[in-house]
């Protein structure tokens, strides 16, 4: 009887033992959870949702908050735009454009906890039906105060160029 007693406990043990190791095979060695790039996408598209509302209302300074305290802007045919108060004047300057449409699709989203990369394509209107710009863009965010910010973006149009006026 005391011999199956401990064959039973021994059993017990090793099947407790085998059920521990087994779920932790999920995590890395420190038992940190790994970062997931696929969960950021609704939080990514719901940043570029509140950025259409801001752009279509001109609410500049939800745009400038959209951005780092050092965040950067590449726009064409300019130098970059560096700073929360360039990047304010220049928000300034895009709101004279009157859109009144903004729709813009992320086609990739990678990185780390550290900073995402978002790739996608922008149309912007006049409210109108007609088409003030339509392009590609790269955003680089990063977490500043525990909230996901553009640390820097470039963005170009797929427009020809408007014809040289002579």
Same mark, same amino acid.
């Given at each position: ?5 401990? *064959?039973?406990?021994?059993?017990? &043990?090793?099947? &407790? ?9 999920? *995590?890395?060695?420190?038992? $940190?959870?790994?970062? =997931? ?19 279509? $209302?001109? =609410? ?30 220049? &928000?300034?300057? &895009?709101?004279?454009? /009157? +859109?009144? %449409? ?8 990678? /990185? !780390?906890? =550290? ?9 912007? /209107?006049?409210? !109108? /039906? ?13 977490? %500043?105060?525990? =909230?996901?910010? +553009?640390?820097?973006?470039?963005? !170009? ?10």
């Amino acid at each position: 009887m005391k011999q199956k007693l401990s *064959t039973l406990v021994f059993f017990i &043990v090793l099947v &407790v033992f085998f059920s521990i190791g087994c779920s932790n095979a999920n *995590t890395t060695k420190d038992s $940190t959870p790994v970062f =997931d790039v696929n969960a950021m996408k609704p939080v990514i598209e719901q940043k570029d949702k509140d950025w259409a509302t801001a752009i279509t $209302t001109s =609410d500049s300074s939800k745009m400038v908050n959209h951005y780092t305290k050092d965040g950067k802007i590449f726009p064409p045919n300019s130098e970059p735009i560096v700073g929360r108060r360039a990047i304010s004047d220049f &928000v300034s300057a &895009v709101m004279k454009y /009157g +859109i009144k %449409e903004y729709k813009d699709e992320t086609t990739a989203l990678y /990185g !780390n906890e =550290d900073n995402l990369v978002e790739e996608g394509t922008y149309t912007m /209107g006049d409210g !109108n /039906g007609n088409t003030i710009d339509k392009g590609k863009y790269i955003a680089i965010w990063r977490k %500043e105060d525990g =909230d996901w910010k +553009i640390f820097s973006n470039m963005y !170009n149009s797929s427009l020809p160029p408007a014809p040289v006026k002579k």
